[in-house]
């Protein structure tokens, strides 16, 4: 009760404002300009637009009008704040908040009002889904999002199924509700495995818009049935299923349309899509062909594209799995309808006889388009089947039967394959994991009510009436909850129960039971049931007759009265069809045809069944359709009525949500308020009804701290000094309203009855209103003062000036009198004195020039006499000169003709003396001396000769037997191998030519090397001259350029910021896309190891695998280790593949260039390999003397060898073994002597050394005498050969001709071997060993081996010529490649040829760079395996000692002793931590896994950065790969599983983030690399890394560097977000606004009743100092943290902004003034940290310019621009969202108007803002880790002793 007698107890009535009822817009506000008296008959009142209006009053029959809320009130996001809770101001509100701030949502107690706005609003993104997420509902502004979210956190919560009820008349954007609410739920619970269910849930749209809307007069996408769909999720959760209900779908709407409506999407959809290849067989046309879609006129729906719709509808079939052959059939089934709609039935005898032609092509379509005979379908569609006791009858049927029974089969057909459809989509939706939740979507029609209602409309209100109960008794259960749990008296409210209309509905033979009574009498009608009808029902209330008319009725819902035309409701229950018909279709060829119509079970008892199960049934609440002629089936109603007991079941379970859906106007134009509409369907849908629950009792709360705040101005200083909040209300309370019945003190709250606030409000208003007036009249009273004493401060000040003035102008006056006079007498004299200069000028002006014309005469004169006698001078001369040169000419010939006489005779006498004999004597005499020289020197060589051949005589005698036998042999080996010397021979000769070729090879090398010099030097000399004119045109390009600056130098360097901001953009969008993939990759990694520890979960223990912990991180760590390895060729390649795994050696690039070249090698050695192998083909027959002769050779020489090895080491082990007997006996026997001494070790290590010192001295004799053997016996065989080649072949050479120093060593070796034998008398002295006679046996095979190394020498010969022959080949294809290349560059331009030499000579290095580190990967590899087998021996060594070193037990302690004793001299410590390698598990758990922050927080920051880079680096030095590779692969995974295992600590995550920046950098430092050491000492430099490139690892450092900064900031971001809103927005940091705060503001969160979470901003900034005090304490990169602190400020400013943007609490003018003081706080503490470089503060712009816009004048134009220039950091729709939202709390602020919002939009068009409404809080900036190098050196660290690391070793 709101009604104007209240406000008698208040005020005055006189501008008391109030609503007055009005025909056009239902409700009009007015003000009482008079106070009313008792007695008077009427209000005198002024409307809006100034005229006066007389209301009449009747207090008896309280006839009063309604009061105003205050404009305070006016906006309020739940309607239940208002202080006046009535019809006009929901309407009033609802208005204002849709047209002045298009804010479509409003709550209203528990329901959520939506009004649909008629345009795509930028409020349903992803950003607003996570913004709602989590909140409680009554934090942000009304949305559906606040609705779901509710509905989510009450199910987590309170473990309850839920359900959201949309409601609303057709139109009204019911579906689009229900459709984000799904899309909320898919995405906040999306499912946890792969199968996309929430995507399925999705996508089952468009394919239930496409079959089950269609377009009506008041919406262009109605949904024409109701459904209810149910979201399952498992206990985490997370969607894992759905299923689907539907109810009455209009199949009317198949066969008919009213105008300007259309039929189902789906028939539109697809006629537009007939053109495709595979509908061609449909028969389909334009869908203004088919009787089925034309009947509305227009079938197109503006904006609306049904072709691209349709490839959504198959889109979305096939991501919920039906099958392309189901689908091809669901659209041949829907074309067979729009067949069947134009069939042609022609009648006979005034329509009683009926047919269909035969030649009808429509039929025929259909027929085949179902799969049905042609015949039987004709026939049955104009014969029904008459069935009686006797016999059947077979009988024709009118006109106007065939007609509805065509209709109802295509109604039947249409409604069976809906029903289909709903089933395959749940099977699609259906799960096998058990529910353990479900949160219901009930999307129905609401109250309907039309001209002509029909049997759909019943029905339908009927929905209603059920669920307006259920609504109202759940407000009811809520408010009496709310009571009782605050501790206040419960009173009974009245309310309407519309129980009694139910009743007369759904009861026992209420109007449903008399329909179906109706429906089983044989002949009964409509007007028969409707008498029944009147007679039944004429005395209940909500039942009524019409008075002109005999067949409607009138039923008294609780929205409206609807008056009914019983004209078909009989038929429409029955729904028949006939069962011929059903029966050809189920005989149909096509089988899904068929079961669209096999009988199914009964839908009770199904649903019987699966009532026992654990989660609701899948299936449609529509059953399927039985055969007409059964006496069973149940009429529509009564399944309608069933399936709606089942629904009100469901929703009885579960705890309702409400929306209630507004249709705004019926022109469906945007923003557009009908508020006759508005308040009929405000009517019908139950809001008023709650606003009039909530109104019987106390709808205005408010706790008790806001009370205080906002009403502390009434109360006075006594008051205000206690402490007890809730005592301070109690008390000014009961001061200010008498009547304890208009309020009530709960636990928590206070409640008001109906106008009590703005009674309050109305006492604050005069509180500030006084204080107003005085604050004005001080102030007008100080403003007059001042202003006296401005103006008699002026008078004073302006006289004093005049008196100056005047008594200045009297003396310039005199001053210039004076002047004058001055003046004259000067000028005068000036006057004189010039007249005489101007007399004086003009004379000697005269005099000069008559003086000069004298002078110019004489000197004229004087010139042309000088110059006559110069030209007489040159004529004498040039006479003279030709005389003398003609006399010289003469002379001259004259001494030529006589030289030439002399010489002639001269030459006569030459030749006369040349011809005689005498001449010839002289010459002679030198060359007799040369002859006779030559001939000594002849007569020398022969005595040489002869010498040397009785030598030979004498060694061929010596050994005449041995030749004999070597003869022997020959003699039969050249009978076996006839024609060897010719082949010899051949072989020679074709040495020779092959030497030729060569020469002559290197000659034309030679030559083209010049020629390529010559054109080298040509080609840089050209190089050189277009480099000079490339400079030259440089320079004159400089020259333009400078100009073209210097004019537009400022345009310039403005487009060059712009080019340099948009690189940066582009770096960093770049930089942040590679993080995000490293973040992507991180989460992903994360995805793969809790799928890993579930599947290790499920497993059964006793069958398990073991899990891969390596991720793939490690795997990438693992590149490096192939990289630095010693990789020499391809085939040592693939074996450390095979060996390490395909999975961990990732080939990097450095890898796939040496096996691309190893591949272009291998081809070109193929190539080579097949030409050699033509010509050895060629050769094999040349080669088989030599090559067998070399077997032989070879198999004597190893033989011997082998012989001479064996007997030598059976000598040697009988001397060792003697030796060892006698050193062992000699030692016993020692050991018996001295029991006691203590010498008998040292005695033993003696003879041990000795021992091994005579082994060592034996072997080394022994390898001697062996060479010396081989030696010996090569060079016997060698001669022996060489003779034997004499004998066989005289042309034959000695095979060491050209080494004739080995041959005579060879032959005085022999000599001294006779020589030994002859003089050697004692053989067993000399031979006591048998070294003597190997020896000489040996000597037997020297002639072998001299053969076998003449035959290696001719094959490494053939091989030496073959590779030159190869290099000679190649230097040609190079050479022709360069010069085809050259040839190319010539025809290119100069700029082309030098990027072309460029390009080329980078080629060559690469290439050569290629080469070079192969070679030294193969000498490292070869070092290696040398090293390798070195620590083999060495250990056998080692084993070997320890074996033979018989030390007692008791002697051991005392060794150990003596060791301990031993005082070691200290080395400086390198830098270098050594360790073993099964050492290396326990290493990184102490110094990584199980190592905490604190234990090396007292010593050096980043200690275990240090202590790892030091144990690389000992690695490094002994060059070990493996361990480096095995260490930093340990080092990451050790890091990584740290990480895993604190996921949630800050501090954890930041010291192994400062550690992995520190060991990178330090991988830097150390690496080598010039431009990482410009900051090194020289000790720094020592300790750089030698061996090894960790490139590849510092890459994995820093890819694991962003993990660990993103997994920092999502905990940083983790801990601030609670408090960022609290903290930020709702901070009182200046004291006195909160008292501004909106009044009335109403929470229904689930989590109101929590305790109090909000925190302060000083609490927020204690948090930012901890971490930065962490991350400095740790020693993370300065620059690191100024990053960190920008992402978090980046997050702040989002969730802040995000927040106002979406809450109209916060926007006001106050707040604008908290926020700014609050991001002050922030800046300063920025400031006070050294942050401010960070460009933290810069993040908070957009927050900063949205309080200044709260703060700043909103009226004028200017004010506009002025906004418009300073909101740059904010879009578009944020800065008129912020002024949409603005709400005045006082009574002296203003509201933003719609005119001024408007201008700024048109200010603001010119910008290209996103479309985004809301930041992005996720974003994250890309990291960067600069270079850091650090001043500490490595042997100045200390390792504590609380890192139990005793296992290292320092170096």
């Known amino acids: 009760m709101s009604k104007l007698f209240l406000s008698f107890l208040f005020s005055p009535l006189q501008h008391t404002r109030v609503w007055i009822p009005d025909p056009d817009e239902v409700w009009r506000s007015a003000e009482i300009i008079k106070d009313y008296k008792e007695g008077d008959k009427s209000l005198q009142l002024k409307l809006e637009d100034e005229t006066l209006y007389e209301y009449p009053v009747d207090l008896q029959g309280n006839e009063l009008p309604f009061l105003r809320n205050p404009d305070i009130l006016v906006g309020q996001n739940d309607l239940t704040a208002l202080s006046y809770l009535h019809e006009p101001a929901v309407l009033h509100n609802l208005k204002v908040r849709f047209l002045e701030s298009n804010h479509i949502y409003t709550y209203c107690g528990i329901v959520l009002v939506a009004i649909n706005p008629y345009e795509q609003l930028p409020i349903y993104e992803q950003d607003v889904i996570y913004a709602y997420s989590g909140q409680n509902m009554g934090d942000m502004d009304p949305h559906i999002f606040a609705v779901a979210e509710e509905a989510y956190k009450q199910m987590a919560r309170d473990e309850k199924n839920q359900s959201i009820i949309v409601s609303g008349e057709s139109g009204a954007g019911k579906t689009v509700s229900a459709k984000y609410a799904m899309r909320f739920f898919a995405t906040v619970g999306g499912s946890a495995s792969e199968t996309n269910i929430e995507a399925k849930v999705l996508a089952s749209s468009p394919i239930m818009e496409a079959i089950g809307n269609a377009k009506t007069t008041r919406n262009d996408n109605s949904s024409r049935f109701g459904k209810y769909i149910q979201i399952g999720f498992d206990k985490r959760y997370h969607i894992i299923g759905a299923n689907m209900r539907t109810y009455l779908l209009e199949k009317s709407r198949v066969v008919f349309q009213a105008e300007d409506?259309?039929?189902?999407?789906?028939?539109?959809?697809?006629?537009?899509?007939?053109?495709?290849?595979?509908?061609?067989?449909?028969?389909?046309?334009?869908?203004?062909?088919?009787?089925?879609?034309?009947?509305?006129?227009?079938?197109?729906?503006?904006?609306?594209?049904?072709?691209?719709?349709?490839?959504?509808?198959?889109?979305?079939?096939?991501?919920?799995?039906?099958?392309?052959?189901?689908?091809?059939?669901?659209?041949?089934?829907?074309?067979?309808?729009?067949?069947?709609?134009?069939?042609?039935?022609?009648?006979?005898?005034?329509?009683?006889?009926?047919?269909?032609?035969?030649?009808?092509?429509?039929?025929?379509?259909?027929?085949?388009?179902?799969?049905?005979?042609?015949?039987?379908?004709?026939?049955?569609?104009?014969?029904?089947?008459?069935?009686?006791?006797?016999?059947?009858?077979?009988?024709?049927?009118?006109?106007?039967?065939?007609?509805?029974?065509?209709?109802?089969?295509?109604?039947?057909?249409?409604?069976?394959?809906?029903?289909?459809?709903?089933q395959h989509i749940n099977k699609a939706l259906h799960t096998t994991v058990k529910q353990h939740s479900f949160i219901g979507v009930l999307d129905i029609y609401g109250f309907e009510t039309f001209e002509v209602n029909s049997f759909e409309q019943f029905c339908i209100n009927y929905a209603n009436e059920k669920l307006q109960q259920q609504f109202n008794s759940h407000v009811f259960k809520l408010e009496q909850e709310e009571y009782m749990k605050e501790g206040i008296p419960w009173t009974l409210i009245d309310f309407d129960d519309n129980q009694p209309c139910i009743d007369l509905i759904e009861a026992k033979l209420g109007i449903l039971d008399l329909l179906d009574e109706e429906c089983k009498v044989p002949k009964g009608t409509d007007q028969n049931w409707a008498q029944k009808l009147y007679d039944r029902h004429a005395a209940s209330q909500h039942f009524q007759k019409p008075r002109m008319s005999n067949t409607s009725f009138i039923v008294l819902h609780f929205a409206d009265k609807v008056e009914y035309q019983s004209e078909g409701f009989l038929e429409k229950n029955r729904d028949t069809v006939y069962e011929e018909q059903i029966n050809i279709l189920k005989a149909s060829k096509y089988q899904m045809v068929a079961d669209l119509f096999q009988e199914e079970k009964d839908a009770v008892a199904a649903a019987a069944v699966q009532k026992g199960a654990p989660r609701i049934s899948v299936r449609s609440a529509r059953p399927a359709f039985k055969a007409a002629n059964k006496e069973h089936r149940k009429t529509v109603g009564h399944q309608f009525r069933n399936s709606l007991q089942l629904l009100m079941e469901t929703l009885n379970a579960t705890t309702p949500h409400y929306v209630r859906c507004i249709k705004p106007n019926d022109e469906k134009l945007p923003f557009k308020f009908d508020p006759k509409r508005a308040v009929q369907q405000l009517r019908a849908c139950g809001v008023l009804e709650t606003i009039r629950i909530s109104a019987a009792g106390f709808p205005s709360r408010w706790s008790y701290p806001d009370f205080f705040n906002r009403y502390r101005v009434l109360m006075n200083k006594r008051d205000l000094s206690k402490n007890d909040k809730k005592q301070i209300c109690q008390t000014l309370l009961k001061d200010l309203i008498k009547d304890p019945d208009k309020f009530q003190f709960g636990r928590t709250k206070i409640f008001f009855r109906a106008g009590q606030v703005a009674y309050l409000e109305k006492l604050r208003a005069d509180k500030f209103r006084a204080a107003t007036i005085m604050i004005q009249k001080t102030v007008r009273g100080w403003l007059q003062r001042a202003k006296y004493r401005r103006l008699r401060q002026a008078t004073l000040t302006l006289q004093r000036h005049v008196r100056g003035h005047l008594a200045r102008r009297l003396f310039e006056h005199l001053r210039r009198t004076r002047a004058a006079i001055i003046l004259q007498r000067q000028y005068r004299m000036l006057r004189m004195r010039r007249a005489f200069l101007r007399v004086r000028n003009a004379t000697l002006t005269i005099q000069a020039f008559a003086r000069g014309m004298f002078v110019r005469r004489i000197y004229h004169q004087m010139l042309?006499?000088?110059?006559?006698?110069?030209?007489?001078?040159?004529?004498?001369?040039?006479?003279?000169?030709?005389?003398?040169?003609?006399?010289?000419?003469?002379?001259?010939?004259?001494?030529?003709?006589?030289?030439?006489?002399?010489?002639?005779?001269?030459?006569?006498?030459?030749?006369?003396?040349?011809?005689?004999?005498?001449?010839?004597?002289?010459?002679?005499?030198?060359?007799?001396?040369?002859?006779?020289?030559?001939?000594?020197?002849?007569?020398?060589?022969?005595?040489?000769?002869?010498?040397?051949?009785?030598?030979?005589?004498?060694?061929?005698?010596?050994?005449?037997?041995?030749?004999?036998?070597?003869?022997?042999?020959?003699?039969?080996?050249?009978?076996?191998?006839?024609?060897?010397?010719?082949?010899?021979?051949?072989?020679?000769?074709?040495?020779?030519?092959?030497?030729?070729?060569?020469?002559?090879?290197?000659?034309?090398?030679?030559?083209?090397?010049?020629?390529?010099?010559?054109?080298?030097?040509?080609?840089?000399?050209?190089?050189?001259?277009?480099?000079?004119?490339?400079?030259?045109?440089?320079?004159?390009?400089?020259?333009?350029?400078?100009?073209?600056?210097?004019?537009?130098?400022?345009?310039?360097?403005?487009?060059?910021?712009?080019?340099?901001?948009?690189?940066?953009?582009?770096?960093?969008?770049?930089?942040?896309?590679?993080?995000?993939?490293?973040?992507?990759?991180a989460s992903l990694e994360q995805r793969y190891d809790n799928l890993r520890d579930e599947i290790t979960i499920i497993k059964t223990p006793g069958h398990r695998r073991n899990p891969s912990n390596q991720s793939s991180l490690e795997s990438d760590s693992n590149n490096p280790s192939i990289c630095t390895s010693e990789i020499g060729d391809t085939e040592d390649a693939i074996q450390q593949v095979e060996e390490i795994g395909m999975e961990k050696a990732a080939m990097d690039m450095t890898l796939f260039l040496k096996l691309q070249k190893r591949v272009r090698e291998l081809e070109l050695e193929r190539k080579k390999l097949q030409a050699q192998l033509e010509k050895k083909e060629q050769e094999s027959k040349k080669a088989q003397v030599i090559e067998t002769r070399t077997e032989v050779t070879s198999e004597h020489e190893d033989f011997a060898y082998n012989s001479l090895k064996r007997q030598e080491l059976e000598s040697e082990n009988k001397k060792l073994k003697n030796e060892l007997n006698e050193l062992r006996k000699a030692i016993a026997d020692h050991a018996t002597q001295n029991n006691s001494s203590n010498d008998v070790q040292d005695s033993y290590n003696l003879l041990l050394n000795q021992l091994k010192s005579a082994s060592e001295e034996l072997e080394v004799r022994k390898e001697e005498v062996l060479i010396l053997r081989s030696q010996i016996m090569k060079a016997a065989q060698q001669k022996e050969t060489g003779k034997n080649m004499e004998s066989t072949s005289p042309s034959a050479s000695w095979p060491n001709s050209d080494r004739h120093v080995d041959q005579e060593d060879a032959i005085e070796a022999y000599q001294g071997m006779c020589e030994t034998n002859r003089k050697t008398e004692d053989w067993g002295y000399l031979n006591e060993d048998g070294e003597l006679g190997l020896a000489y046996q040996g000597l037997k095979q020297v002639a072998r081996l001299l053969e076998a190394q003449l035959q290696d020498q001719r094959r490494e010969h053939e091989e030496e010529m073959e590779a030159m022959r190869n290099h000679m080949d190649l230097m040609q294809e190079e050479l022709?490649?360069?010069?085809?290349?050259?040839?190319?560059?010539?025809?290119?331009?100069?700029?082309?040829?030098?990027?072309?030499?460029?390009?080329?000579?980078?080629?060559?290095?690469?290439?050569?760079?290629l080469d070079l580190k192969e070679l030294l990967e193969k000498l490292e590899k070869n070092e290696?395996?040398?090293?390798?087998?070195?620590?083999?021996?060495?250990?056998?060594?080692?084993?070997?000692?320890?074996?033979?070193?018989?030390?007692?037990?008791?002697?051991?302690?005392?060794?150990?002793?003596?060791?301990?004793?031993?005082?070691?001299?200290?080395?400086?410590?390198?830098?270098?931590?050594?360790?073993?390698?099964?050492?290396?598990?326990?290493?990184?758990?102490?110094?990584?896994?199980?190592?905490?922050?604190?234990?090396?927080?007292?010593?050096?920051?980043?200690?275990?950065?240090?202590?790892?880079?030091?144990?690389?680096?000992?690695?490094?030095?002994?060059?070990?790969?493996?361990?480096?590779?095995?260490?930093?692969?340990?080092?990451?995974?050790?890091?990584?599983?740290?990480?895993?295992?604190?996921?949630?600590?800050?501090?954890?995550?930041?010291?192994?983030?400062?550690?992995?920046?520190?060991?990178?950098?330090?991988?830097?430092q150390y690496s080598g690399e010039e431009v990482f050491m410009t900051q090194n000492t020289a000790k720094q430099n020592e300790h750089c890394l030698k061996n090894f490139d960790l490139t590849e690892y510092r890459q994995v450092m820093e890819q694991l560097s962003i993990q660990i900064y993103q997994q920092l900031i999502n905990i940083a971001g983790g801990i601030l977000q609670p408090m960022i809103v609290s903290a930020v927005l709702e901070n009182e940091g200046i004291q006195g606004l909160s008292s501004v705060k909106p009044m009335g503001y109403r929470k229904y969160s689930s989590n109101s009743a929590e305790g109090d979470s909000s925190y302060s901003l000083d609490e927020m900034i204690r948090q930012l100092n901890t971490f930065h005090s962490i991350m400095c304490d740790q020693g993370l990169d300065p620059e690191i943290i100024q990053q960190v602190f920008k992402q978090l400020f980046y997050m702040i400013n989002a969730i802040a902004l995000n927040n106002l943007l979406l809450r109209k609490d916060v926007c006001s003018w106050s707040t604008g003034m908290q926020l700014r003081f609050n991001i002050s706080q922030l800046e300063e503490w920025l400031r006070g940290k050294n942050l401010q470089q960070s460009g933290a503060a810069e993040t908070l712009n957009p927050l900063i310019q949205a309080a200044q816009l709260l703060q700043l004048k909103k009226k004028t134009s200017e004010d506009a621009e002025a906004i418009c220039s300073l909101c740059t950091s904010l879009t578009t729709q944020q800065i008129v969202k912020i002024l949409n939202l603005y709400t005045p709390v006082n009574e002296f602020e203003e509201r933003v108007t719609v005119a001024f919002i408007r201008n700024i939009q048109k200010q603001l068009q010119e910008r290209n803002d996103p479309p985004q409404l809301l930041l992005d809080f996720k974003h994250t900036f890309p990291v960067l880790f600069p270079f850091n190098p650090s001043a500490i050196t490595m042997d100045s660290i200390h390792l504590p002793a609380s890192l139990n690391l005793d296992f290292l070793n320092k170096v």
């Open 261 to 422: 409506e259309r039929n189902y999407h789906i028939f539109y959809q697809l006629c537009a899509s007939s053109s495709l290849p595979e509908f061609k067989d449909f028969g389909l046309t334009c869908a203004e062909d088919f009787f089925y879609t034309s009947q509305g006129g227009d079938t197109s729906i503006d904006g609306v594209d049904d072709a691209d719709d349709f490839e959504k509808t198959r889109h979305a079939f096939t991501l919920l799995g039906v099958k392309e052959s189901h689908q091809m059939t669901i659209f041949r089934i829907i074309a067979a309808i729009l067949h069947l709609g134009n069939l042609e039935i022609q009648g006979e005898r005034d329509g009683e006889v009926c047919y269909v032609s035969g030649e009808d092509e429509h039929l025929s379509n259909f027929c085949s388009l179902l799969g049905v005979e042609y015949g039987q379908m004709q026939h049955w569609l104009c014969h029904r089947k008459l069935v009686t006791t006797a016999e059947t009858y077979v009988k024709s049927m009118s006109l106007h039967q065939v007609v509805n029974a065509r209709n109802a089969l295509a109604k039947h057909i249409y409604a069976q394959l809906f029903n289909w459809i709903v």
């Open 864 to 1081: 042309a006499e000088h110059k006559a006698t110069v030209l007489q001078r040159f004529a004498r001369g040039w006479l003279a000169r030709v005389r003398f040169r003609r006399a010289r000419a003469a002379a001259v010939l004259l001494q030529c003709h006589w030289r030439r006489l002399r010489a002639r005779r001269q030459l006569q006498a030459l030749r006369i003396e040349a011809r005689s004999a005498q001449h010839l004597k002289k010459l002679n005499i030198g060359m007799e001396n040369k002859v006779v020289q030559l001939q000594r020197k002849v007569d020398e060589q022969n005595k040489e000769n002869k010498l040397l051949n009785e030598q030979l005589s004498m060694l061929t005698s010596a050994h005449s037997s041995e030749v004999e036998k070597l003869k022997k042999e020959l003699q039969q080996y050249q009978q076996s191998r006839q024609g060897d010397g010719n082949q010899l021979l051949s072989l020679q000769e074709e040495m020779e030519r092959l030497r030729m070729e060569l020469e002559r090879a290197h000659g034309e090398r030679e030559v083209m090397e010049d020629s390529y010099g010559k054109e080298r030097d040509l080609l840089r000399k050209r190089i050189s001259d277009l480099e000079e004119e490339n400079a030259l045109l440089k320079q004159e390009k400089e020259e333009l350029n400078s100009r073209i600056l210097c004019q537009s130098e400022d345009e310039f360097a403005r487009n060059t910021v712009e080019e340099n901001i948009q690189m940066k953009k582009e770096l960093e969008e770049e930089r942040s896309r590679y993080q995000n993939l490293v973040k992507d990759y």
């Open 1376 to 1409: 022709e490649n360069q010069q085809q290349a050259f040839l190319q560059s010539l025809q290119l331009s100069p700029e082309v040829q030098v990027e072309l030499g460029l390009q080329q000579e980078i080629t060559r290095l690469t290439n050569e760079n």
């Open 1424 to 1564: 290696k395996k040398l090293k390798k087998q070195l620590k083999i021996y060495m250990k056998k060594v080692q084993d070997f000692e320890a074996s033979q070193t018989m030390v007692p037990a008791e002697r051991r302690p005392h060794e150990r002793n003596m060791q301990v004793a031993v005082q070691r001299k200290e080395k400086d410590f390198q830098g270098m931590l050594e360790y073993y390698k099964e050492d290396e598990p326990l290493l990184i758990r102490n110094l990584i896994t199980d190592l905490k922050p604190q234990a090396v927080s007292a010593t050096v920051p980043c200690l275990p950065a240090y202590i790892l880079y030091m144990c690389i680096r000992h690695a490094d030095y002994i060059n070990d790969d493996q361990k480096v590779h095995s260490l930093l692969t340990s080092t990451i995974n050790g890091v990584k599983k740290v990480l895993k295992k604190h996921q949630d600590d800050f501090e954890m995550t930041s010291f192994w983030l400062a550690n992995t920046c520190r060991l990178r950098h330090c991988l830097k």
